[in-house]
């Protein structure tokens, strides 16, 4: 079952003048999968970004785009959220998810352990950033293939088709840190 490549969208706060390495790392992740990743920073936000938006089958919220009008067509799509070392991350995080709860779309958690992001510099941590880019990208891709009249088997297909190799081997340690971590 074709369906279109997905297009995920990584919203970040680049009022600095630039984009955070996490807003880097979860454009990577979810391109890693092949799916089409766009940065779109919220202090531009101009008609081609809300079009981008509208469009979006997927996004990763590091701050939440300031105009909301148009956000109705997110409606079961696949968010997530990411933070950058300026911010309080919970309160940022539960900022995120209020705001994509409230239109409809499905939250993807981080599968990290809570000290995983003591230091959001360190690699480990970009790399689990990376990782959820790439599950938004893959929950994605499943959305689009059913639309398309696919089964959900169909999807599973098409997401063990990809393996775990788009990933890279520093994403690969971080989630099998945080597989460890769970299991105690």
Do not use: N
């Not at 997927?58 to 911010?87: K, Q």
């Not at 775990?164 to 520093?170: D, E, F």
């Amino acid at each position: 079952m074709a369906a279109k490549t997905p297009l995920v969208a990584v919203v970040h706060d680049g009022r600095q003048g630039w984009a955070s390495p996490q807003a880097f790392a979860a454009r990577d992740g979810a391109a890693e999968t092949g799916a089409r990743s766009v940065l779109i920073g919220v202090e531009g936000i101009g008609e081609r970004q809300r079009g981008l938006l509208r469009e979006a089958d997927g996004i990763l919220f590091g701050a939440r785009p300031p105009h909301t009008a148009e956000c109705g067509a997110w409606l079961g799509r696949p968010a997530a959220g990411f933070t950058d070392p300026h911010v309080d991350p919970y309160e940022r995080l539960r900022e995120l998810y209020a705001f994509a709860d409230r239109l409809g779309m499905h939250w993807i958690g981080m599968d990290v352990p809570p000290w995983w992001h003591a230091d959001c510099a360190t690699e480990a941590s970009l790399d689990s950033v990376r990782f959820l880019g790439a599950r938004v990208a893959r929950c994605a891709r499943a959305r689009l293939i059913e639309a398309a009249g696919g089964s959900a088997a169909d999807a599973r297909a098409a997401d063990e088709a990809l393996g775990p190799a788009h990933l890279g081997a520093a994403t690969l340690t971080a989630h099998a840190v945080a597989s460890a971590w769970r299991r105690g």
